[in-house]
């Protein structure tokens, strides 16, 4: 399936492409720009500004709240018909301790609020809220991959091993650009989400 793009590509291939190297490219210049530094850290506003400084020159949806269901690996994120709901519960949870932003991450995965994006846009957004709360940062190079992508889908059971995983890769250089850049590495996710339909109550 390919996404609607401000840049009329046709080809799923080729979209990956240019949105890896187009994103990267936008992240770079939001850490530099001080751009981040402005935004209240934690807040789904945050986490949106930065969604659409990361996609907004090729999707015309970043930024916004998504319209559509989706799943992944068969786990069905936030339907929207409670997604609003859902982002508003979040931003009402405290931030203050490192267990506490973890937890808070982890609900906001479970509602994977964009369309596409959201695991670039929320590496972003959960190093904003350390570095602010605690002056610390996630070295995502001491994360190995295949255990966070576990953990995080098993966070929504038990947030247990994803607490674990990222407390040890914390490192006090909040403001190394390369340190930052690897929490945008697609090797980190995989998107292939799946839209699905749910049945409304009453039919």
Not at 98 to 116: G, L, Q, S, T, W
Request: cysteine-free; proline content about 2%; glycine content about 6%.
């Amino acid at each position: 399936m390919i996404l609607e793009n401000r840049l009329n590509i046709n080809d799923v291939v080729e979209l990956a492409r240019v949105e890896e190297r187009l994103s990267k490219a936008k992240a770079k210049k939001l850490f530099e720009s001080g751009f981040l530094d402005t935004l209240n850290a934690g807040s789904f506003e945050a986490l949106s500004a930065i969604h659409h400084y990361l996609f907004g020159e090729i999707y015309p949806f970043a930024g916004k709240i998504r319209e559509v269901n989706i799943s992944k690996g068969g786990f069905r994120f936030a339907p929207i018909s409670y997604l609003e709901v859902s982002i508003k519960n979040i931003k009402k949870m405290p931030q203050a301790t490192y267990d506490e932003i973890i937890e808070k991450y982890v609900e906001m995965n479970i509602a994977h609020p964009f369309r596409e994006g959201n695991g670039r846009s929320m590496r972003i957004w959960l190093d904003h809220i350390l570095k602010k709360e605690l002056a610390l940062v996630v070295d995502w190079a001491e994360v190995d991959k295949d255990d966070y992508l576990l953990a995080m889908e098993r966070s929504p059971i038990k947030d247990i091993e994803i607490k674990h995983l990222l407390k040890e890769a914390l490192s006090e250089k909040i403001d190394d650009n390369n340190l930052y850049m690897r929490g945008i590495d697609t090797s980190y996710y995989y998107e292939g989400y799946t839209l699905y339909k749910t049945q409304e109550m009453g039919e």
